[in-house]
């Protein structure tokens, strides 16, 4: 069983920046490619960001060259750095994470961002 915890959340005026943490609770962090997705108000859920084992990443175009997935196999966790915040960026972002072997996913409860001057 996985648990996903995500936190650094919070509001911040245009321009800002902001650093998301999730903690990976389990076992074989490394067999898992991990992602962060987002959900505005009114909106379906859309992926953000996401990060293979070896730290491959990719992006969705409207954050490419302002946010940065990276990962720490050391202590099990997943960052998405964000700089450069715009009000459209505001959203619930969520953890994700999916396993290549039992081709299961996980989700964590979501952290609250909020884009606003």
């Known amino acids: 069983q996985v648990q996903l915890v995500e936190s650094g959340g919070g509001s911040v005026q245009p321009g800002g920046s902001l650093r998301l943490s999730c903690v990976f609770y389990g076992t074989d962090f490394a067999s898992y490619v991990m992602a962060w997705y987002r959900q505005a108000p009114g909106k379906e859920r859309e992926l953000a960001a996401t990060?293979?084992?070896?730290?491959?990443?990719s992006y969705v175009d409207s954050v490419k060259g302002r946010f940065t997935c990276s990962r720490d196999h050391l202590k099990n966790m997943v960052y998405l750095q964000m700089n450069d915040l715009k009000p459209e960026d505001t959203a619930v972002y969520y953890c994700?994470?999916?396993?290549?072997?039992?081709?299961?996913?996980?989700w964590g409860q979501g952290t609250q961002v909020t884009v606003s001057s």
């Open positions: 994700n994470a999916y396993s290549l072997f039992t081709k299961t996913t996980y």
């Open positions: 990060i293979t084992s070896g730290g491959s990443t």
